[in-house]
T-cell receptor, first 113, second 114 residues
């Protein structure tokens, strides 16, 4: 039962262009969503989050959009930089699951110079 | 501020052997989590502690996995006996509080079961 799904295992973009990573969820009880970035041999690092009362949250080059009716969120990185190359995980939590995070499978982003 | 520390970083064992992982969370963080990340998948929560009490262990295979958090600080996760399918990265995370508090992850322990 995959409640959080990232359908694209990989994404390749040119430096300076926009990267768009997508995530879908099925559990309507999820009300808080996060993106984590992971470099090889390191643990995931928190990037940005959004609660269900918002539809957009922005932090520098990173913006997360939430479409609750579609149960879909996306992470936009503008402009993309080679240092952004990493695996990006979408995660969700809800009141009924406490602070348990349910993660997607991850998307490998490669930003080419 | 020191991050979440984990050891060992790598471990190779034979199936049916036992193994233990150690985690030291960020100072002052009351909540500690153990995740299992199998190759190609996202991390999956195994157990969550609030101080030294268990909050959520619903996804912990209790017949072979155990965890403790003595004195509400360090934690150990044990597998006894290990199976081939336990090969994964075991991640420890901590947060200041439960709920929407950001979770900070350690580097993980990569376990290979032969």
């Amino acid at each position: 039962d995959q409640q959080v799904k990232q359908n694209s295992p990989s994404l390749s973009v040119q430096e300076g262009r926009i990267s768009i990573l997508n995530c879908d969820y099925t559990n309507s009880m999820f009300d808080y969503f996060l993106w984590y970035k992971k470099y090889p041999a390191e643990g995931p690092t928190f990037l940005i989050s959004i609660s269900s009362i918002k539809d957009k949250n922005e932090d520098g080059r990173f913006t997360v959009f939430l479409n609750k009716s579609a149960k879909h969120l996306s992470l936009h990185i503008v402009p993309s930089q080679p240092g952004d190359s990493a695996v990006y995980f979408c995660a969700a939590s809800g009141e009924t699951s406490g602070s348990r995070l349910t993660f997607g499978e991850g998307t490998q982003l490669t930003v080419n110079p | 501020e020191a991050g979440v520390a984990q050891s060992p970083r790598y471990k190779i064992i034979e199936k049916r052997q036992s193994v233990a992982f150690w985690c030291n969370p960020i100072s002052g963080h009351a909540t500690l989590y153990w995740y299992q990340q199998i190759l190609g998948q996202g991390p999956k929560l195994l157990i969550q502690f609030q101080n030294n009490g268990v909050v959520d262990d619903s996804q912990l295979p209790k017949d072979r996995f155990s965890a403790e958090r003595l004195k509400g600080v360090d934690s150990t996760l044990k597998i006894q006996p290990a199976k081939l399918e336990d090969s994964a990265v075991y991640l420890c995370a901590s947060s200041l509080k439960t709920g929407w508090g950001t979770q900070y992850f350690g580097p993980g322990t990569r376990l290979t079961v032969l």
